[in-house]
């Protein structure tokens, strides 16, 4: 039996990014870009008004202009600037010809139609106008690789015309719950029988970092049938099988991967729950799949889940390949713990009145007590050994 951290290299030593594909500007919020978005043009392309107001020459000394034309955004001027004339532009519009600022609407006084008052004083050259190239210039790096994709990028990327974007896909993730005594949500439960809480709740958690789930329903304990839908989950990037994986007769996974060529990288790991944990590689054709054993209790699954499951996910969308960091606060109820594995027991995360974060350990029945879940929000960390810890220690939990 290995040690978390020990699995966790294992399942690292594993991952590698999945293959750039290129997706419509629409689809690509949330991935990672593959490839720097360079700009094809300059920002703003000419220079334009930022302002309704009048485009003036500063040096021209006439305190009232002749207004020889209105140019509003998306059109073009068809006059240049002469001395005594101005131009009436509207934010967004060029801005004419031998013109050098723009002067607010608001601060000059219209006499007639075709005749205004400009303010008193000499007016800055270049004020109300936002120059060629301002914002960046033709053949400028304007978002660099790596970057997560948000809805600005992708306006910034709509600007300079990147109407296909190269990036990191998300995985697909297929989810398989075994098992004879299982019956979906909905059914009529006969004796013996329980319902599928895993695979829901996996295909939510797939869902909620972005990635595809595939939902593979339920297998029985039946080899034949175990073959078929593993087969169909290992064409995913990522296979979560849960159930079937322990030492009991019929825990038939193990074997039924072995049959399908998945090479296994360990089997059980040294924590609590989730130490039944397995896991494989299938690679054919230079695509690989990541098979992970998750048990079939509901709270080993979701800390299995959490610990390996999703790092390997934000790897292979192009992330970092990192463990999910603890935060440290104050225990607010006395805790023990008995046993040679650390322990990852379901809590409540807070911050008291003095802005310290507290952990309030949750009562929990075990691997199969999915009701704590729901009342948690984290998951404090107990390390291995026999011990009692007193109101106000500082202990480590994990953010679900």
């Not at 390390?383 to 679900?400: F, I, N, R, S």
Request: net charge negative; aromatic share 4%.
């Amino acid at each position: 039996m290995i040690t978390v951290d020990e699995a966790f290299e294992f399942v690292r030593q594993s991952v590698r990014p999945l293959p750039a594909t290129r997706v419509p500007l629409r689809k690509s919020l949330g991935l990672r870009l593959a490839e720097p978005i360079v700009s094809d043009r300059d920002s703003p392309p000419f220079d334009k008004s930022m302002l309704d107001g009048f485009a003036i020459a500063v040096d021209d000394p006439t305190p009232t202009r002749r207004i020889i034309e209105q140019v509003i955004a998306g059109g073009v001027p068809h006059h240049a600037i002469e001395p005594g004339a101005t131009i009436l532009v509207m934010t967004g519009a060029p801005i004419p010809d031998g013109a050098d600022a723009v002067v607010k609407h608001e601060d000059t006084q219209r006499l007639d139609e075709t005749t205004v008052r400009l303010p008193d004083g000499k007016i800055p050259a270049g004020s109300g106008i936002f120059r060629r190239g301002g914002s960046f210039q033709q053949n400028q790096e304007v978002i660099p690789t790596g970057k997560p994709l948000r809805a600005v990028d992708l306006a910034l990327m709509a600007e300079v015309g990147k109407a296909l974007v190269s990036v990191i896909p998300q995985p697909r993730v297929a989810v398989l719950s075994t098992g004879n005594e299982l019956v979906e949500c909905g059914q009529h439960l006969a004796p013996g029988q329980i319902r599928n809480s895993n695979g829901p709740m996996l295909v939510a958690a797939i869902q909620e970092v972005g990635a595809t789930p595939l939902d593979l329903g339920i297998a029985r304990d039946d080899a034949a049938e175990l073959r078929s839908a593993i087969a169909r989950g290992l064409e995913a990037d990522i296979l979560l099988i849960t159930g079937g994986v322990s030492a009991g007769v019929m825990d038939l996974v193990p074997a039924v991967l072995a049959e399908l060529g998945v090479a296994q990288v360990f089997h059980k790991v040294r924590m609590k729950p989730g130490k039944p944990l397995w896991f494989g590689t299938r690679e054919v054709e230079g695509r690989r799949t990541l098979v992970f054993g998750l048990p079939g209790n509901p709270v080993s699954t979701l800390v299995s889940f959490q610990l390996f499951v999703k790092p390997a996910m934000a790897a292979l969308a192009g992330s970092e390949f990192a463990a999910a960091r603890p935060l440290r606060g104050q225990l607010t109820a006395p805790a023990k713990h008995r046993g040679d594995r650390p322990t990852y027991h379901p809590c409540c995360l807070d911050r008291n009145l003095h802005g310290q974060d507290t952990v309030e350990p949750l009562v929990w029945r075990g691997s199969a007590d999915l009701a704590a879940l729901t009342d948690a929000n984290g998951l404090m960390i107990f390390p291995a050994g026999d011990y009692e810890l007193a109101v106000g220690t500082p202990v480590d939990a994990l953010a679900l």
